[in-house]
Structures are given as structure tokens and as C-alpha cells.
């Protein structure tokens, strides 16, 4: 499922080709939102929170849209070949297009229009955004306090709860407990919470800024993650081979990329 870095990059660039323009096509195509029509209306943000994205209208509406495991924003220039093949394709859940550009919601995961006053009610459950502008004060504050009432979960499927920290997903979990050397199965309690999130919204700012996500800030193939997806491979720190296992609870437990040799923090209770 893609993570934070992946909803700012695309909020990014979905901001640069539609915000401040009128929608000369604008259409939703999934569920009881079939047949919407928001052509004529103006795009005033497109925002994201955690791994949603919220597209802001003039006429104060919100499209709340999610990814889930396939989903993407695909930008084409309006009336090109490409556009024109997606304008057909039947993943394809919401067209909002400029005179000069056309974004396709592809195998979107989620679609809601609201109104926007009620964001809250597809947003409000979520703790704050791990790469949002003033997580380092007030955001992190309120993680840490969230953290403090579960202490007795292990850290990695902490993380990974968004109504505690939104925008962690399994890579960044694996990659942040992998560089504070911590265990992936280590109680919050013992463990120095902070530090992790701290880690983990850098790892996602720097790949915000990257030409390509990455993890480690290497474009490289291959070379875009120390530990996750690199079961059986050396452990980039001491060499061991790198071990999966899951954490969380069924059924909605999670791969934990890790290395069980350096990885000792918060090991021993």
C-alpha cells in the first residue's frame, strides 16, 4: 500500500497541473458517486493527510480519495493519445482535467464527496501526519501521547496503527526500526519513540525530494531500502541475513523486515 511520501509526491504534482484552475472535466465513476459531474468547478487544494488525499472545490465540496493496495493519480496532457486510451479504461474512477491537463484516478481504493466542513468524518480517526509542516511540535506531541496509552504493543505494529502516527506503512516502519537498531517486537514502552518518528519522517521527507521514492536516498534499483524486502539478503550494517516475520494481530498483521542480529533495541524485557 503506498505510504505518506507516496500521497505528498502525488499531491505535489496533482497540486501543480489542477489547483486554481476550473475543472473542464470533471467526473466520477465509482459506486453511487457514478455519473457526478464537477465539470465548471475550481480545484482550491489538493492536500494530503496520512494516505489519503483531500481535492478541495470552490463550490465547498472535498473528493476524498485513498489508494489502497493498486491505486494511482495518472497525469497526461489533455487530449493526448494516452488520455484518450484512459478515458476508456474501466479502473479508471475519477477524471479531473484542465484545458491542458488530464489526471485519472486509477484503481482508486476509496472515492467520497463531502462536504467540506465534514472532512473530519473520513479524516477526524487519524493521529497527525508524520510529514506535515508542524508535526515536529504540536504533531509529534500528540503521536507521543497516543504512543503513551498503548505501551504495551510492540513498536512496530504501533507504527503502523494511523489513529496513532498517520502515513507509516510497512517500508517505513522496517526502515526506521532498522536504522535506531530497534526490534521490531519491543513494547512502546521500552523503546525511544521520538527518535523512531523522527527517523521515519526524515526517511519519508528525503524521498519526498528525491526524483524517485527511496528509502535510503539511493535511485539506484536495488539499492532503495536496507531491510525491507531483502529477506535472505546481508544485513547492510553487520551482514546477517535480513528475517520477516509478522507483526499485529490477525488478520491484519503485517511483514516486519528486520535484521534479528543488530536489531536489539527493546529486545530484552
Known sequence: MPEGDILHRAAR?????????????????WGDLGGTDLTGTVVTAVV??????LTRLEDGRTLHTHLRMEG???IQPAGSAPARRLTRDP?????LGTSRHTTFGHRLGMLDLITTADEATVVGHLGPDVLA????????????AAFERHGDRPIGEALLDQRL?????????????????????????????????????HLMARSVAAPTPTATG?????????????AGKPCTR????VAVAPVGRPPRERPAFHCPVCQTAGRER
Open 165 to 201: 502516527v498517520a502515513g507509516i506503512g510497512t517500508i517505513y516502519m522496517a526502515e526506521s526500526l532498522f536504522l535506531r537498531q530497534t526490534y521490531p517486537w519491543a513494547v512502546v514502552a521500552d523503546v525511544d519513540v521520538p527518535s523512531i518518528l523522527m527517523t521515519a519522517r
Open 133 to 144: 509542516a508542524d508535526f515536529p511540535g504540536a504533531g509529534l506531541a500528540q503521536a507521543l
Open 91 to 95: 479502473h479508471v474512477r475519477a477524471v
Open 72 to 74: 494511482s493519480w495518472i
Open 48 to 53: 494530503p493527510v496520512g494516505k489519503h488525499l
Open 218 to 230: 539511493s535511485s539506484v534499483r536495488g539499492t532503495q531500502s536496507r531491510v525491507h524486502s531483502r
Open 13 to 29: 504534482t496533482l497540486t501543480s497541473v489542477l489547483v486554481g484552475h476550473e475543472l473542464t472535466t470533471g467526473e466520477l465513476r
Open 238 to 241: 553487520c551482514g546477517s541475513p
